[in-house]
């Protein structure tokens, strides 16, 4: 606790030196220090704007990672069950995998317009491959002499599946939904920018849009801070 208290602190004295002294002729930059950042925070807490804000892109998020869930376990169970199925789609998988899903953008808003419904969608193109992936390489891992045991018992196939594989693959579906998370997190705010009036994506460009780098730095800093909460709430709270 007390080394990662040293390396925050020092991160924000770094700041304060970077926005104060190395940047302090800057017109934009020295606006944006720890001070008038931390100052604009606490008063957008205050605002309803802001909490609303929130509360928009935590339901994207959460709607975009339902989707891409709903779509990566079947796929990641397909992949790791079915070595032939894995091979013949990987070429189409590792091209969809690397195409930015802001790429998409374009055509995602000619075909669902604007509002919650594209900004969803982009966040599922963005979240669904971790989960494919890691779903994938966790039903590979699964140890077949424990179905087997099951079944010698007599278990169904749904026994099977409850006692074997969910167990089994529940380390490596978390593990691809915090990556997931992380990923989706990061394209929120640039698919938030493509014709929504709220969100963090929306507080950014209208900071920015009003000159308002107090409050773009205040921005960055809650989004971060929120960032890091749904990390740790997913990660279960364990230290590393």
Do not use: C, K
Request: charged share 10%; aromatic share 6%.
């Amino acid at each position: 606790m007390t080394a990662r208290a040293g390396v925050v602190l020092l991160v924000v004295a770094l700041w304060w030196l970077a926005t104060r002294v190395v940047f302090a002729d800057n017109a934009i930059l020295s606006r944006m220090g720890p001070g008038s950042a931390f100052a604009a925070l606490t008063e957008a807490l205050g605002e309803h704007s802001t909490l609303s804000g929130v509360t928009a892109s935590l339901r994207r998020l959460l709607l975009g990672l339902l989707a891409a869930t709903a779509a990566g376990v079947p796929l990641g169970l397909l992949f790791g069950s079915r070595a032939l199925a894995e091979y013949a789609t990987a070429p189409v998988v590792q091209f969809l995998r690397m195409t930015s899903p802001l790429a998409w953008a374009p055509l995602v808003i000619v075909l669902l317009g604007s509002g919650d419904a594209p900004v969803i969608a982009l966040i599922a193109l963005a979240a669904v491959w971790p989960i494919v992936l890691g779903v994938s390489a966790g039903t590979r891992a699964l140890d077949p002499g424990a179905a087997l045991v099951a079944r010698s018992l007599g278990a169904t196939r749904w026994e099977v599946v409850r006692s074997t594989v969910i167990p089994g693959l529940a380390g490596s579906l978390r593990t691809a939904l915090r990556v997931a998370l992380g990923v989706a997190w990061v394209v929120l705010v640039p698919a938030e920018m493509f014709g929504v009036s709220d969100g963090l994506g929306y507080l950014i460009l209208n900071a920015r849009d009003n000159l308002d780098y107090e409050r773009l730095a205040a921005t960055m800093l809650l989004i971060g801070a929120i960032g890091f909460l749904l990390d740790r709430i997913l990660s279960g709270h364990r230290s590393h």
